[in-house]
């Protein structure tokens, strides 16, 4: 039977009408294909699950999903497989010996079930192996209730099978390899399974390659050769001198013998290239006898690993042997604070393996232990970055997640206990805080690897929910704001990361954010989610300490605000950086559950009161006197200008010290810009930007009191220069227009009528275009522009009104009648003024439109007046 | 230059032992402290009161990691000294026992197999032929032989 076959067969089912006979066969095609050796493990998942849909009653169908679980290391997922196939078939000591070993492949109380099992196994007692089913569904529903991976289970470890009892054909090797994993294996359990293994050698030599399989690891687990030679010839492995596996078992033998180090050598070599020994057999064998827990002094051990040929060295288990010496040498010289032979040999490791993380962990806590400088920061950044690395080679962001969250909260906590024991800043006395304001480097520490914790301690989540934050009842908005907050930590933590592999991790981040994105919109995958209960209680601890963290922060900004020293601006930024890239929503629900915040209050009172502690120092950098300290404050204030994007002041504060460098353009355009911003301008900041504007086209015109006619044409051409520069300046306007009518003989009347006119549109205030349109009014020469101007004002004004009109006849509701009467209330001075400007001016027919509009206007406004009445 | 501490005055540090030690450890690394402190004591009688403060410490200690709850609060308020620990840089194959006797075997196994001489598998984990799982299903089977093979 071919694949093909099974997939033509298959095909033709499908298209038959759907009766039990023809999905039963449908069930056993999907299982035989999928358990066909062809078939890779993805398809032969998919083909189990589907033949798991045609049949849910068919045992083998879970034993051989499990098993493929269990082999891509799935244990806990292959479990819930064996589980439902035990549950089928009671009786299958298959599926009970892969719950077993899967169980052995997780934590203690798992692994005490799974010995349990293999006890019962090997006694044949089915009550046993019940038991250990039900004690194993207990387990499973503690952790999920209780989201303790032990499940709060008994962790006393258990023995498996009793005393005496022996052990069954089928198991005794699973049962003989699970004892020698134990540091303490028990010798009756071993003899029970040697005993089982040895029964069924036939003379055939049916079962020699189990038993000497079995008797070479007892070698390597430790036992007296002499033993292991009794037991070769128990099994009768002695007389078989031409099996392969006695002769291996034979080869074992001998080395376990040797009797000096270059004996051991000698006759590795001689059985490797026999071709009787596997090489990592050899050298475990090695470092079992000559390892750093045997006598040889290191430079001896280390010289016999060169002992062998060069062709055997070149072997990937050689030169995971050497490393393994070196390591292990290494580690004791630590212990005896030989720390120079540790670093030695530890740094001999690296050309074996240059990204082995424990080896860069080891240099680092060396280079931390001796307080060397030189080492310290290539050593620590090494570390991070193989962290980092081996996750964005592996494409998967929980590779070595637990590591780095580790890394990054021993770092942070440590800089931060330096100075504080509590994590609550209100418990932080003043002269510490000080000391930890001036410890910059310190500061940083903490700044940079609490936000790295915190990444990394999101991303371990399983739950999206938990992932981005969210609560349980997360609307799609929240959903949505949280993810962008992540994505933008997930930059901003990893931006400056120097690291080999940071970016490549930052898009993995990011692309685990979006997937969490997505799952927590979905309600049937949130409503099927169950880490959200398992990892709750986690979640509310990191809220908590995100909580922490943003009253920290600002705790910092309110200490560094009363310094009042305009230099600590660089780290004020730095922080108030920090403070704003928290989640704020996150930040509020964790405030308002501790008792922070307020419920009631809209706005983020932590976030303004940052900016405004930023903003205070930024406005001392710019009242700094000193002219040499003037650079290093305009970069304090320009990455203070990059922080606060939104507002206005820092912009007007480097605009300032530009203005003080001789920066007079770039001065202008900040104070432009800052005008322009979205959102509202308190009044003093708005009169500052605009008196900037004109402070600095103003510093363009040196002398603005002429004393005769050569003076004045300096000032006229100074100042012409300046308007062009400062369009949007008023008092150069004015400097000039008024320049211009000092010239003799009305000389200079038109050009200054042109200069007022053009500065109507782009004056920033209506109090300034109001200035210009009395000084034109009061211009004989400037009657067409004032008339220009006048009749704009009134078509303007008059439009208005009567828009609004016709929206209020369109649709006659109480808000149209209201609108109207304001178009009403705003075209009413604007006409005043229009009728002022029209009657200094002495234009008759624009007086009389003016009037009557106005007329109609007031009657406009008796009638709004009644109808509200 | 900001350098961590790798916690050289740990509980942990003080008693020897590794920040995930067992309390057997812990009981067998009080003991072994205190049969040192008792040499000392006999052989430097003038630093007794130094000796006794020791104790004292090391019993404080030792009382506190000996609790659960008050351990588990230690811990977590030192959660950097679990980090901070020379590891094992060796492969699995020289640091974990449970992973030598799979590799070994693995190794033992597929040595012998080249040899010609498979062994029986341990489990189903081992096995590639399945088709002793198969049941025999009268539809599928005449389907399959009305296919030519």
């Known amino acids: ?869 | 230059m900001f350098m961590v501490d790798i916690g050289t005055d740990s509980y942990y540090a003080v008693l020897g032992i590794p920040p995930d030690a067992t309390q057997a450890e812990i009981r067998k690394a009080h003991s072994r402290i205190g049969t040192e402190l008792n040499l000392r004591q006999r052989n430097e009688p003038e630093n007794r009161a130094e000796v006794v403060e020791r104790r004292k410490y090391i019993n404080g200690i030792v009382a506190e990691l000996a609790r659960p709850a008050k351990r588990a609060e230690y811990d977590r308020a030192n959660a950097d000294l679990r980090f901070l620990t020379v590891r094992d840089a060796a492969a699995p194959l020289f640091a974990d026992r449970g992973h030598r006797v799979d590799v070994l075997r693995q190794a033992i196994t597929a040595h012998l197999e080249a040899a010609g001489v498979p062994a029986r598998p341990v489990s189903d984990l081992d096995r590639t032929d399945f088709r002793d799982d198969e049941t025999p299903n009268a539809l599928l089977d005449q389907l399959l032989r009305e296919r030519p093979q």
Not at chain 1, 53 to 73: E, F, N, Q, S, W
Not at chain 1, 182 to 193: E, L, N, S, V, W
Not at chain 1, 858 to 863: D, I
Request: proline share 6%; glycine share 6%.
């Open chain 1, 1 to 869: 039977m071919t694949a093909a076959g099974l997939r033509a067969a298959i095909t033709r089912l499908e298209g038959m009408p759907a009766r039990p006979p023809v999905r039963l066969a449908l069930a056993e095609a999907e299982f035989r294909l999928a358990v066909a050796a062809e078939t890779g493990p993805a398809e032969a998942m998919a083909r189990l699950r589907r033949a798991g849909t045609h049949d849910p009653y068919l045992p083998k169908v879970y034993l051989h999903l499990g098993r493929l679980l269990h082999r891509a290391g799935s244990y806990r997922e292959a479990l819930v497989e064996y589980r439902r196939a035990v549950g089928l078939a009671p009786a299958s000591r298959r599926a009970y010996l892969l719950m077993a070993l899967a169980l052995l492949e997780l934590g203690r109380p798992e692994q005490d079930i799974g010995r349990l099992l293999i006890g019962a196994l090997d006694a044949g007692d089915a009550d046993g192996l019940r038991t250990a089913v039900a004690e194993l569904d207990a387990l499973a529903e503690r952790q999920r209730t209780a989201g303790d991976p032990a499940g709060g289970a008994d962790r006393r470890s258990r023995r498996g099978a009793p005393a005496g009892a022996g052990a069954a054909p089928d198991t005794w090797q699973a049962a003989l390899y699970e004892q020698l994993a134990r540091p303490k294996p028990a010798r009756d359990r071993i003899t029970a399974c040697l005993d089982a293994g040895a029964a069924l050698i036939g003379g055939d030599g049916a079962g020699v390659t189990e038993y000497a399989t079995a008797c070479a690891l007892l070698i390597a687990c430790g036992q007296p050769p002499a033993q292991v030679r009794t037991l070769m010839t128990r099994g009768g492995l002695d007389r078989m001198t031409d099996h392969p596996a006695a002769v291996l078992l034979t080869a074992v033998l001998e080395l376990a013998e040797a009797a000096t180090p270059a004996d051991f050598v000698c006759a590795a070599t001689g059985r490797l290239r026999a071709g009787h020994l596997p090489p990592v057999l050899v050298c475990w064998l090695h470092f079992a006898a000559y390892g750093p827990e045997r006598d040889l002094p290191p430079a001896d051990a280390v010289r016999l690993l060169g002992a062998y040929p060069e062709q055997l060295r070149e072997l990937d288990c050689f030169g995971e042997l050497r490393l393994a010496v070196l390591d292990g040498y290494a580690r004791r010289a630590w212990s005896a604070e030989r720390f120079a032979q540790a670093r030695l040999m530890w740094r001999e490791t690296i050309p074996l393996d240059r990204n082995r993380v424990p080896v860069a962990l080891n240099l680092a806590l060396l280079a931390a232990r001796t307080r060397s400088a030189e080492d310290y920061p290539a050593a620590w950044g090494r570390l991070a970055e193989l962290l980092y690395l081996h996750a964005a080679g592996a494409g998967d962001p929980q590779v070595l997640l637990a590591e780095r969250r580790m890394l990054h909260l021993a770092l942070s906590q440590q800089s931060m206990r330096r100075y504080c024991e509590s994590p609550a800043a209100e418990r932080i006395a003043p002269p510490q805080l000080t000391a930890w304001l001036a410890d910059q480097d310190a500061l940083e520490v903490w700044l940079r690897e609490w936000d790295l914790y915190y990444l990394n301690s999101r991303l371990g989540f399983r739950s999206p929910l938990h992932v981005l934050g969210l609560p349980p009842d997360a609307t799609a908005e929240q959903v949505g704001a949280e993810r962008d907050a992540l994505r933008q930590h997930v930059e901003q933590a990893l931006a400056a990361a120097p690291w080999a592999g940071a970016r490549a991790f930052a898009d993995l981040a990011t692309a685990r954010v979006e997937e969490a994105y997505e799952q927590a919109l979905d309600p049937v995958a949130r409503a099927d989610d169950p880490y959200i209960a398992l990892e709750e209680a986690r979640a509310k601890a990191l809220s908590k300490e995100l909580l922490d963290r943003a009253r920290w922060l600002l705790r910092l900004m309110a200490a560094l605000d009363e310094d009042k020293r305009a230099t600590r601006l660089p780290l004020a930024c730095a922080i108030a950086r920090k403070q704003l890239a928290l989640p704020r929503g996150l930040v509020r629900r964790a405030g308002i559950e501790h008792g922070y915040f307020d419920r009631d209050i809209e706005r983020d009172h932590y976030v303004e009161q940052t900016e405004i502690a930023l903003v205070n120092l930024a406005g001392r950098a710019a009242g700094e006197a000193d002219d040499a300290a003037r650079p290093q404050l305009l970069a304090a204030v320009e990455e203070c200008v990059t922080t606060l994007p939104h507002r206005p002041e820092p912009l007007l504060f480097r605009s300032s010290l530009l203005r003080l460098s001789g920066r007079g353009e770039e001065a202008y355009i900040d104070a432009l810009t800052a005008l322009r911003l979205p959102g509202p301008i308190v009044d003093w900041v708005r009169g500052m930007l605009i008196e900037m504007i004109d402070r600095v086209a103003l510093d363009e015109i040196p002398d603005r009191r002429p004393a005769d006619a050569v003076q004045l044409e300096v000032v006229i051409t100074a100042a012409r220069r300046a308007l062009r520069l400062f369009p949007r300046s008023h008092q150069v306007r004015l400097s000039l227009a008024r320049a211009l009518r000092r010239r003799a003989g009305g000389a200079g009347e038109q050009e200054a009528a042109e200069v007022l006119a053009e500065g109507i549109a782009p004056a920033l205030t209506d109090e300034q275009r109001a200035e210009l349109d009395d000084l034109l009014a009061g211009m004989p020469v400037a009657a067409p522009a004032v008339r220009r101007r006048v009749r704009d004002l009134l078509g303007t004004a008059l439009a208005g009104v009567q828009r609004a009109l016709d929206d209020l006849d369109a649709d006659p509701t109480p808000q149209a009648a209201q609108a109207a009467r304001a178009a009403v209330e705003q075209a009413v001075p604007a006409l005043r003024h229009a009728r002022e400007m029209a009657g200094t001016a002495k234009l008759a027919h624009e007086v009389t439109d003016l009037d009557e509009a106005l007329a109609r206007l007031a009657r406009l406004r008796a009638q709004f007046g009644e109808g509200t009445e």
